[in-house]
């Protein structure tokens, strides 16, 4: 049974990096056809998608957060990470990592990781 | 952006009654939409895609309908577990969500 995981710092400081990992276990990173996204929800709001990455390192963004998002591949290790940059207080959310199979829907998920953005 | 606008935002429903639920594109999705399930603490869970297909190990309770702009998750029977919230997601231009409606006892 495919399962994810995010990990990474809960706070972060306005101005900086926010850097999380989502590890894969339970099959591969590298079938054809997956690509791996990540989606955030910021407290009592909805979901809003940040973007996806295929294994071979293609990826695709949301346009609004497309100048501050990279999203890259670790295949060795059944991997993926977000960092988004220069983080204001609008970017604290929980952060989910899900499966994107052929860029179509979400399923399934991690669990979550708040993060909070916080002098 | 597609925006997408589910209604009523709660629905106040008992065991065994029926659910239904609306999400609304701002222009049409085609078929290109799908529900997800949120429990409190959890993250969410794929229900039906592409309108009309309930995922692997979905309950027969669950069924989608619609296309275009107007879209429809049914509960036929509310089961104590159902009451969660609902989002909708559609994959036509880019990937959005619907605020979500949440299905109260």
């Known amino acids: 049974q495919l399962q994810l995981q995010e990990s990474g710092p809960g706070l972060v400081k306005p101005s900086e990096t926010l850097s999380l990992t989502c590890t894969v276990s339970?099959?591969?990173?590298?079938?054809?056809?997956?690509?791996w996204g990540w989606i955030r929800q910021p407290p009592r709001r909805g979901l809003e998608w940040i973007g996806s990455?295929?294994?071979?390192?293609?990826?695709s963004f949301n346009p609004s957060l497309k100048s501050r998002v990279t999203i890259s591949v670790d295949t060795s290790k059944n991997q993926f990470s977000l960092n988004l940059s220069s983080v204001i207080a609008a970017d604290t959310a929980v952060y989910y990592c899900a499966r994107h199979e052929n860029l179509r829907y979400f399923d399934p998920w991690g669990q979550g990781t708040l993060v909070t953005v916080s002098s | 952006e597609i925006v997408l606008t589910q209604s009523p935002a709660t629905l106040s429903l008992s065991p065994g009654e029926r659910a239904t639920l609306s999400c609304r594109a701002s222009q049409s999705v085609s078929s290109y939409l799908a529900w997800y399930q949120q429990k409190p603490g959890q993250a969410p869970r794929l229900l039906i895609y592409d309108a009309s297909n309930r995922a692997t190990g979905i309950p027969a309770r669950f069924s989608g309908s619609g296309s275009g702009t107007d879209f429809t998750l049914t509960i036929s029977s509310l089961e104590p577990e159902d009451f969660a919230v609902y989002y909708c997601q559609q994959r036509s231009d880019w990937y959005t969500f619907g605020q979500g409606t949440k299905l109260e006892i």
């Open positions: 339970g099959g591969s990173i590298s079938r054809s056809g997956y690509y």
């Open positions: 990455i295929h294994y071979s390192g293609s990826t």
